[in-house]
């Protein structure tokens, strides 16, 4: 889990550096590298917080527990 944390988040600002924003910039030069890593330790630290990956067992419990740890994170930073 607490790899694809990382390499989705990662991968998304990557992606966003170099496609989305105007002007491109390098991602891993740039100051929000390690702001993107700290964001990756606090969403791995609500998910495990909220039971990710082994405590929810219904589909339902899963989602939500998933928007509680992302939301959780994003409050944090």
Do not use: N
């Not at 969403?43 to 527990?65: E, N």
């Amino acid at each position: 889990m607490h790899t694809g944390i990382v390499v989705g988040v990662l991968s998304l600002a990557k992606f966003h550096a170099s496609v989305i924003a105007e002007p491109p910039y390098d991602f891993t030069a740039s100051f929000r590298f390690p702001w993107a890593l700290v964001y990756c330790g606090l969403l791995s630290a609500t998910a495990y917080a909220v039971g990710l990956p082994d405590v929810p067992r219904r589909a339902r419990q899963i989602a939500a527990a998933t928007v509680v740890a992302v939301v959780g994170a994003i409050g944090a930073v």
